[in-house]
């Protein structure tokens, strides 16, 4: 594909493995994912090792961070798991994350993980009460989450990040206030609580769409004022609309996206971007792994970006975070700016131009009046 060739010998340094399995398919959830299928299992992993080694053929890998998304990879066995990482070196990266339910760890799973060479968990906990969990189709129940915590601890596991969700369907602020306590009582290092989004090809979308369910903005608004006040209270900084952190402990991995870095991303559906060219991987398990098997590289769509596509998307992910954008990416639009301040909901502090929590509130609507 003459297209690629363009990022052949680029330096990688952020890599995502997209692991597509799941025991149960969420209502929430638009990742692409399949259920649990040996015989896909087992055609899958001979694929991403294929991958891989492809990935390293093609570029020059320098890898700071890796990131194993899904689906859920924690879901993969004990014997699968060594089978998958006999020869990744990912003990010498600084930043290896693995997505985890909590129904999937065990004491020894989180033992050869850390062996491995993961150093950060993000464990999808969503809620801690058993209405919210089941109304979000999770299998785990408040005791679950506790335990599997512990035993991350106790495999020696000293930064890990906990997923919580808010605005569902008939969750009172009681409710959502008692997660976030029942969060902060484990000790992690992150929290990333995200606003419950309708998705496209979500059992969640077809129902909003059906009027059975309903989107209450005042309560969006309470439930993230909240979140952010008692986690920044507890000593988190929030750095990204949806994440807080302990100094020191935020998502390097995530923190490349948002400034724009070049990075590769392996297996089904995984996305990369390396420098004016996307691509994304065929979204089906077993066309993947056949296009490894027969060819040795992805079946893959590519999109060519502008210089104008990557401004606005360093605009739209840069506006995000404490950080914020350096204003000369919109010098025509500084009267905008200006009135956009004026409203309280942008602010240049330190030469930069950041959401103020208000804006945060809006950031869809300001950002789209900037590019």
């Known amino acids: 594909m003459p297209a690629l060739s363009r990022t052949e010998g680029s330096v990688i340094r952020h890599l995502y493995v997209h692991v597509p399995f799941c025991t149960h398919i969420c209502p929430y959830c638009s990742f692409y994912k399949t259920r649990n299928s040996l015989p896909q299992i087992t055609d899958f992993l001979p694929a991403l090792k294929a991958e891989l080694a492809w990935a390293e053929r093609t570029y020059n890998l320098q890898l700071e961070t ?3 998304g899904g689906g859920t990879p924690s879901a993969l066995s004990l014997s699968q ?7 990744w070196p990912l003990n010498r990266i600084p930043e290896v994350t693995m997505e985890a339910n909590p129904m999937t760890i065990s004491a020894a799973k989180a033992a050869l993980l850390r062996d491995i060479g993961f150093n950060r968990i993000s464990l999808g906990v969503q809620a801690f009460d058993d209405v919210s969990l089941k109304l979000l189709g999770r299998t785990h129940n408040a005791e679950q989450i506790r335990h599997t915590a512990r035993l991350l601890r106790g495999a020696g596991f000293t930064n890990m ?7 569902l369907p008939g969750q009172c602020h009681e409710q959502w206030l008692a997660s976030l306590h029942a969060a902060l009582e484990l000790q992690p290092q992150h929290i990333s609580a995200y606003n419950l989004n309708y998705e496209e090809d979500t059992d969640f979308f077809r129902k909003l769409e059906a009027g059975k369910l309903h989107i209450d903005e005042n309560q969006e608004r309470d439930f993230f004022l909240t979140a952010s006040a008692l986690l920044r209270e507890h000593g988190f900084e929030h750095y990204e609309i949806s994440n807080y952190a302990k100094p020191g402990f935020r998502s390097l991995h995530n923190q490349a996206y948002w400034a724009g870095a070049d990075y590769l991303g392996l297996g089904p ?7 004016q060219l996307r691509w994304k991987n065929v979204p089906d398990t077993v066309a993947y792994a056949k296009a ?7 079946a893959r769509e590519e999109e060519p970006l502008s210089e104008e596509m990557k401004t606005h998307e360093r605009i ?3 506006l995000r975070t404490s950080h914020g954008i350096d204003p000369e ?3 025509s639009r500084v009267s905008r700016i200006e009135e956009l301040k004026g409203e309280g909901l942008l602010e240049l502090t330190g030469g930069r131009l950041r959401l103020t929590q208000e804006g945060q509130l809006v950031s869809d609507s300001v950002t789209s009046l900037l590019i």
């Open 66 to 68: 890796v990131f194993f």
């Open 329 to 331: 990416l919109i010098p």
């Open 161 to 167: 990040n906990i997923d919580l969700m808010f605005a």
């Open 316 to 318: 739209l992910l840069g």
């Open 81 to 87: 798991l060594e089978d998958l990482f006999r020869d």
């Open 269 to 275: 559906s995984a996305c990369s971007t390396v420098g």
């Open 292 to 298: 490894l098997r027969e060819k040795g590289e992805p």
